[in-house]
């Protein structure tokens, strides 16, 4: 499908679109507020330090020992009784992920509402953290150490517009995705390269809606005229706007005599001796109704298609 088609797609199915971009627009507009309740996000550096309590190991071998103790303290921050005892210090739920970095280094990363929440948090953390620690040290031939060396609070910028953005670019992909589809597995005709493809026509004219027709059909009209002037002419009418192009050409038309059919009720009065004029609606007319109509072997067709806009 070219560009071209997918605006007229759009055109022809554009309240079913603009439902579906509200809709997204609606879960966007949600999702932010969701989001943004955590409008700042904070960093806190800690460093781990050994302390051989006997004295017997190099500055090595305690440099080797504080990374692997780093190491497992990652995973006190997974512990659910320790971010339980967390949340019930500092009366807060935030989600927590901790990583080392360049051995003795731990990077805690977590957001939260505002600054003083975050404070508080901070230091509940940080006194939760040495109090495991002092426990350890009273078990072990080790003296662990941890300081903090940094804590950083950024302000999270405004989501709401991106939300709302990818929301409505989200909602217009996923609505001309469901408009296609329902066109194509509902038999809908969709181009007239289509029409063409079903039944062999020598032109197509293309207008916008049929209520516009008595406004743009002059060029039609005069083409009609000169190749079907004093001739019995047929409406194979396949939109549901059944009568407009009757209305016209039998108003301004120079024709013999001019009937309409409205298929495929009436396909059994068709004669494919007579010249005929085959109306179509893009997203409305059912391509097997087309089928039906291409088994007759008109000696003269043309081919009108009508857009909803």
Known sequence: MNFRAVIKLVRRNILPILITIICCLLAGFFAAKTYDRYKVDNTLFLIVGIQDKHQVNSSYENLEAAEQIAESMQGWFKDPAFLDDLQAKSGYSY????????????????????TA?????????????????????????????LASSAFNIA???ESLPLFLFLAAVIGLFFGI??????????????????????????????????????????????????????????????????????????????????????LPEELDKVNPELPAVIVAELGQTSTKDLCGLSLLDFTKAEAIIFERC
């Open 177 to 262: 995705t469901l408009c296609y589809l329902y066109e194509h597995w509902a038999g809908k005709l969709q181009s007239s390269g289509e029409l063409s493809g079903i039944i062999r026509v020598k032109s197509v004219f293309e207008f916008n809606n049929p209520a516009n027709f008595r406004h743009g059909f002059h060029f039609l009209l005069k083409h009609l005229n000169q190749n079907y002037k004093n001739e019995h002419l047929q409406i194979l009418d396949l939109t549901d706007k059944k009568g407009t192009v009757l209305e016209v050409l039998s108003r301004h038309g120079s024709f013999r005599e001019i009937k309409s059919y409205a």
């Open 95 to 114: 989600a927590v992920k901790a990583k080392t970095q360049e051995k003795n280094n731990i990077i805690v990363n977590f957001s939260a509402a505002d």
């Open 155 to 157: 302000t999270r910028a």
């Open 117 to 145: 929440s975050s404070n508080i948090y901070q230091k509940e953390l940080l006194s939760l953290l040495m109090q495991k620690i002092s426990s350890y040290n009273q078990s072990s031939d080790l003296q662990i150490n």
